[in-house]
């Protein structure tokens, strides 16, 4: 079966498990920010889910997880604004912000206090 079936057919579990939990699909296993965040890296990078959701705050993102290259920033970011309802502006945007999954969520928190 290919990673892609698979991804598809966790996509799926995930859905029909939200679905009973009253979770839209968006935040599907994300009772916290941290986790809503996880699942759009798992979403845009088609990271290992186990890989994304053991991600902890001192956790590398760019540089040290080859999906997250340069090209795959504006993906993420853009996904990130539509999922979270938040508007990222170019000049918020620095390699600190996405050198651990730590900075990530903290700009994205910040972010959602201000929304």
Aim: zero cysteines.
């Amino acid at each position: 079966m290919s990673s892609h079936a698979v991804s598809h057919n966790d996509r799926t579990q995930d859905v029909e498990a939200a679905a009973s939990a009253n979770i839209s699909p968006q935040d599907t296993d994300a009772s916290t920010l941290g986790d809503r965040l996880k699942v759009i890296l798992i979403d845009v990078l088609e990271l290992d889910r186990d890989d994304a959701m053991a991600l902890e705050a001192e956790s590398g993102l760019f540089g040290h997880l080859p999906e997250l290259d340069s090209m795959a920033v504006a993906g993420l970011l853009t996904e990130i604004e539509d999922r979270l309802d938040i508007v990222i502006e170019d000049d918020e945007v620095d390699g600190e912000m996405l050198e651990t999954f730590g900075g990530l969520l903290t700009f994205v928190e910040e972010k959602t206090a201000q929304a």
